[in-house]
Nanobody, 127 residues
Framework: QVQLVESGGGLVQAGGSLRLSCVIS????????MGWFRQAPGKERKIVAG????????YYADSVKGRFTISSDNAKNTVYLQMNSLKPEDTAVYYC????????????????????WGQGTQVTVSS
């Protein structure tokens, strides 16, 4: 059974920074595409950032480009989301996700492409 464990969420003032971490454990295989999603109250869950199993390709939502950075450490089965210059509109529950992939270069951007999900961690940005 695959499990994803997130950490790093919290309360921060606008302009501040947080780093989220996600560790995947259990029965792992050769390649996983990793991603971060977020869901604000009353809104749908949306992709924030994704990274290929090779770490050679990344994707960012337009709203976070230049502020957020996704990275991975395959040896540790860990993915990170560094969030800088946080804004109140970044407030949401953030979810880590992993998807089985046939390619080490693919980045998945839709929820249906992911197979495993973390429990979510709250990020609150005050003004």
């Amino acid at each position: 059974q695959v499990q994803l464990v997130e950490s790093g969420g919290g309360l921060v003032q606008a302009g501040g920074s947080l780093r989220l971490s996600c560790v995947i454990s259990g029965r792992t295989f050769s390649g996983y595409v990793m991603g971060w999603f977020r869901q604000a109250p009353g809104k749908e869950r949306k992709i924030v950032a994704g990274i290929s199993a090779s770490a050679g390709r990344t994707y960012y939502a337009d709203s976070v480009k230049g502020r957020f950075t996704i990275s991975s450490d395959n040896a540790k089965n860990t993915v990170y989301l560094q969030m800088n210059s946080l804004k109140p509109e970044d407030t949401a529950v953030y979810y880590c996700a992993a998807g089985r992939t046939y390619s080490i270069w693919v980045v998945a951007t839709s929820q249906s492409e992911y197979d495993y999900w973390g429990q979510g961690t709250q990020v609150t940005v005050s003004s």
